[in-house]
């Protein structure tokens, strides 16, 4: 199954802004929305932002995610210590019929 | 919330099956998604079940090998898993699709997952 490619780590001092980026193709991110997922280690991911740029109840406004064409970020500002994790990318596929995750980012708080 | 069973070890080329039981939301409407991921590494899609059962979408990995379903009836969906692999190892999620258009890979929520262990 295809990746969405994703940087394997980022990293920002606290307080700073951080940008995960997600690269799809014209059968993934293009026509669809994107789906942010966060795993803490030994946790199940949770739901961070949907349909490209809604955040659920929950998830503060720190957070905000974006699509141009083919690609699609997350920007986390304010970086906190407890924002150390991994992060994912999800989109429909359309040519596979199936979802497609990122490559997964490592995000460290310095 | 989601409830993922029947995990455990199993022998290469053996069958396993995992049931998933929902609760808390309207079962029947929602299309839902196995996902898994092996030791140390990133998520993977596995399967899809459309909310009323009528069809199932596979991961080019387990095509042929694994079969989803569901018991509306019950809140419940599985995964029949034959011709297991060490591959085949890891955590697997069921989560809900929570696009009220069908499925979209918006998960919410996800269950704690179910460890299966392939191995001789």
């Known amino acids: 199954q295809s990746l969405l490619r994703q940087p394997p780590s980022a990293s920002g001092n606290v307080g700073q802004r951080v940008t995960i980026s997600c690269s799809g193709s014209a059968s993934n991110i293009g026509p669809n929305t994107v789906h942010w997922y966060r795993q803490l280690p030994g946790s199940a991911p949770t739901l961070l932002i949907y349909s490209t740029s809604q955040r659920p109840s929950g998830v503060p406004d720190r957070f905000s995610g974006s699509k141009s064409g083919t690609s699609a970020s997350l920007a986390i500002s304010g970086l906190q210590s407890e924002d150390e994790a991994d992060y994912y990318c999800a989109a429909w596929d359309d040519r596979l019929h199936g979802v497609v995750f990122g490559t997964a980012t490592s995000v460290t708080v310095l | 919330q989601l409830v993922e069973s029947g995990g455990g070890v199993v022998q290469p080329g053996r069958s396993l099956r995992l049931s998933c039981v929902a609760s808390?939301?309207?079962?029947?409407?929602?299309?839902i998604h196995w996902v898994r991921q092996a030791p140390g590494k990133g998520l993977e899609w596995v399967a899809v079940t459309t909310y009323d059962g009528t069809a199932g979408y596979y991961a080019v990995s387990v095509k042929g090998r694994f079969t989803i379903s569901r018991d509306n009836s019950k809140n419940t969906v599985y995964i029949e898993m034959t011709r297991l692999r060490n591959e085949d190892s890891g955590v697997y999620f069921c989560?809900?699709?929570?696009?009220?258009?069908?499925?979209?890979?918006?998960?919410?929520?996800w269950g704690q997952g179910a460890l299966v262990t392939v191995s001789s």
């Open positions: 989560v809900r699709d929570a696009d009220p258009s069908g499925y979209s890979g918006w998960f919410d929520p």
């Open positions: 808390g939301f309207s079962f029947n409407k929602h299309a």
